[in-house]
């Protein structure tokens, strides 16, 4: 049964509080009324935060590519200086900089601009820059929104993207560069969180496929020093991979090469979400043969949130996944059950305490 059908084949009309927040009446009531009137306000403000998330994200994009939090970093700056710096004219300077303090990235101190802590950790967090400035693909994609979730048209972002294709996407050195070091930038934290929510104990050997430039095998080797490690990934991609002393790079493409065998665990970092289902269908089935009886699968990457939609990955990772053209941001549930279907068994879906950043699902070859 679909979701939106009822018994019978009945579609379900809108619930009764929807169409009382449907009546200018209730609103102007509520507005009068102490407790129901700071609702409002805040569903009101709440809705502006949605209308207004494309400004948001194009300010933050100005704030980053002119450098701003990296001159703050330094020490306080007036917004002549600033302005000055960048290039901006001080009167719009001055608006960008209440922006950033809007967003809680800068604070004013006098007559001088500070850095916040908030500013201080985007600097700091891996990935979070890289993410910014690559997003201007992004933007172009959906221009025109409506016709691009129609499919009508051809987003720049898959050609950002060759490695999905197969091993022949990425011959382009300078592509796969690209890919790995975006990669690599933010692959810290999800090894990070990945080993919050997964144990290794007990694994003798780890492959890791479509491991990129082998971020997550060099944070498994630090934790887990005794296990030993395989990359495996494309050419173009693994010729700049330093994860690590010790460590087995095989390269080769999961779409057109067997997985080697050896290992009695493989994990999936960041890949699933990056094909269709029938790639994916294919790769775990290849995951499956690959591992011996009781052998593990770890999946880690931002999952929707299914039945209770996730702000996060929803909208995000969701959209971004579908102007990839290639892959789907999926819930756990669909996850699971794509690994039952491979033959896995002892299935379990671990949820991250920073679901844009990565969830697990678990699973064992029976």
Do not use: N
């Amino acid at each position: 049964m679909g979701l939106g059908a009822g018994r019978a084949g009945k579609v379900p009309g809108p619930g009764w509080a929807v169409r009382l927040a449907m009546q200018p009446w209730f609103h102007r009531i509520c507005a009068r009324i102490p407790g129901l009137g700071a609702i409002a306000r805040g569903e009101g403000d709440a809705l502006f935060e949605v209308v207004q998330g494309f400004v948001r994200s194009q300010a933050l994009l100005a704030l980053v590519e002119l450098r701003v939090m990296h001159r703050l970093a330094e020490g306080p700056l007036g917004v002549g200086a600033l302005a000055r710096l960048t290039g901006v004219p001080e009167p719009r300077m001055a608006v960008l900089m209440q922006a950033g303090a809007a967003l809680r990235l800068v604070k004013r101190q006098g007559d001088f601009w500070a850095l916040t802590t908030r500013g201080a950790a985007f600097l700091t967090v891996p990935g979070l820059e890289a993410m910014v400035r690559h997003h201007p693909v992004l933007y172009r994609d959906l221009s025109d929104p409506v016709a691009f979730f129609r499919g009508e048209t051809v987003p720049e972002l898959a050609g950002f993207w060759p490695y999905v294709f197969g091993a022949g996407g990425a011959a382009d050195p300078e592509l796969a560069g690209r890919y790995s070091q975006l990669m690599a930038d933010s692959q810290g934290l999800v090894a990070d969180d990945t080993l919050r929510l997964v144990s290794l104990r007990g694994v003798r050997h780890l492959m890791d496929v479509g491991g990129g430039t082998g971020a997550f095998l060099a944070a498994v080797g630090r934790a887990w020093p005794k296990i030993g490690l395989t990359l495996f990934d494309l050419p173009a991609v693994v010729a700049g991979a330093r994860p690590g002393p010790g460590v087995r790079i095989v390269p080769g493409s999961f779409r057109d090469d067997p997985l080697p065998t050896g290992a009695d665990a493989i994990s999936l970092v960041r890949v699933l979400y990056d094909h269709s289902d029938a790639t994916v269908a294919g790769l775990l089935a290849s995951v499956h043969a690959a591992l011996p009886a009781g052998g593990r699968l770890v999946i880690s990457e931002p999952m929707s949130g299914g039945a209770r939609p996730d702000p996060a990955t929803d909208v995000y990772f969701a959209v971004y996944t579908l102007a990839m053209q290639t892959g789907r941001t999926r819930s756990a549930e669909e996850i699971t059950a794509l690994a039952g279907a491979a033959g896995f068994g002892s299935i379990r879906a671990h949820r991250g305490r920073r679901p844009f950043i990565t969830s697990a699902v678990t699973a064992r070859r029976m």
